[in-house]
């Protein structure tokens, strides 16, 4: 079956980095598009970041342009959140998403952490 597994959240200060990884199982990784989600404290889901099979038509929200940059490698069936000059509003848990912001799709991993101090 579908399994996605993310790992890599934790705790950082404000302004630091960490690199999330998404590893896919139980599917063909390189034929679908990916998308990290995030649900902050008392708000609902939001899209991230989300990328095609071959890398292309990449989306982020708003709020993490220039700052997040997603990845892929279809040969380790795992997709990448690298996160850069984290803040406080980041602070959340990360899903990863099988599809390209598809709510249509309901294969979501279990999620990691990740809490960003000022």
């Known amino acids: 079956q579908v399994q996605l597994v993310e790992s890599g959240g934790g705790l950082a200060q404000s302004g630091g980095s960490l690199r999330l990884s998404c590893a896919a199982s139980?599917?063909?990784?390189?034929?679908?598009?990916m998308t990290w989600a995030r649900r902050a404290p008392g708000k609902g889901l939001e899209w991230v970041s989300a990328?095609?099979?071959?890398?292309?038509?990449?989306y982020y929200v708003d709020s993490v342009k220039g700052r997040f940059t997603i990845s892929r490698d279809n040969a380790k069936n795992t997709l990448y959140l690298q996160m850069n000059s984290l803040e406080p509003e980041d602070t959340a848990q990360y899903f990863c998403?099988?599809?390209?912001?598809?709510?249509?799709?309901?294969?979501w991993g279990q999620g990691t952490q990740v809490t960003v101090s000022s």
């Open positions: 998403h099988r599809g390209y912001r598809d709510p249509g799709d309901t294969n």
């Open positions: 990328i095609r099979p071959d890398g292309s038509d990449i």
């Open positions: 139980g599917f063909a990784f390189y034929q679908y598009p």
